[in-house]
């Protein structure tokens, strides 16, 4: 069974303070990787995708790689407006159906 | 560009009362999605569709039923409410499937069942 999970469930950090967010998934036939954001009351907005081993991605403060089993979001030198969701799902089909991970809550202190 | 628009964005139901939700999209996209979000469990595929006129079953199907009459538009119908249909419903779609493809999100719909 396919499987995707998010680690830790809550991430508490001071401004400036450096940090990664870890997915770790089981299954089979990836066809690609994404992270998404999620800001209370709205919709989850896309950040990355990655499709294969190797491959990293970098967005201002926030760079995503990927691992054979696992992706991590760093986040770096992060700022009070990085407090949000951080969703992580994957795609195994070729109708683009997402699963997700349950997400890594994110609150930057000043 | 609205993107993609959910209507309403807050309901509240009684037990076996029935209702739909509305998803339109303006940007041409062949697939769209309906997903629900429960605190702890991450957004879970509910019903999806690759064309108009073709619907397919997600994870968590039972309790809904859903519509593509046009490209724009896919509608998700509860014909009788339960509590454990409380949580929150996205939408969304994508182009289909080729590389760098990801999905647009609508902005949710928070449905209380009592």
């Known amino acids: 069974e396919d499987q995707v999970t998010q680690s830790p469930e809550a991430l508490r950090l001071q401004e400036g303070e450096s940090s990664s967010l870890n997915c770790s998934y089981t299954?089979?036939?990836?066809?690609?990787l994404f992270w998404y954001r999620q800001d209370p009351g709205k919709g989850p907005e896309f950040l990355f995708t990655l499709y294969s081993a190797g491959e990293e991605k970098e967005k201002e403060r926030l760079k995503a790689t990927l691992t054979k089993k696992e992706s991590f979001l760093h986040i770096t030198a992060p700022k009070p407006e990085d407090s949000a969701t951080y969703l992580c799902?994957?795609?195994?089909?070729?109708?683009?159906?997402?699963?997700f991970g349950a997400g890594t809550q994110v609150v930057v202190t000043p | 560009n609205a993107g993609v628009t959910q209507t309403p964005k807050f309901r509240v139901l009684k037990t076996g009362q029935s209702m739909t939700l509305l998803c339109a999209q303006d940007?041409?996209?062949?697939?769209m999605y309906w997903y629900r979000q429960d605190p702890g469990m991450g957004l879970r595929l509910i019903h999806y569709?690759?064309?108009?006129?073709?619907?397919a079953k997600g994870e968590v199907p039972d309790g809904y039923n859903v519509s593509r009459l046009k490209k724009q538009n896919f509608l998700l119908g509860l014909e009788s409410a339960a509590p454990s249909q409380t949580s929150v419903y996205f939408c969304a779609s994508s182009p289909p499937q080729t590389m760098n493809t990801e999905a647009f999100f609508g902005q949710g719909t928070r449905l209380t069942v009592v």
């Open positions: 569709s690759v064309g108009e006129g073709t619907t």
């Open positions: 940007m041409n996209h062949e697939y």
């Open positions: 299954v089979s036939g990836l066809r690609g």
């Open positions: 799902a994957v795609v195994t089909d070729s109708w683009g159906k997402l699963q």
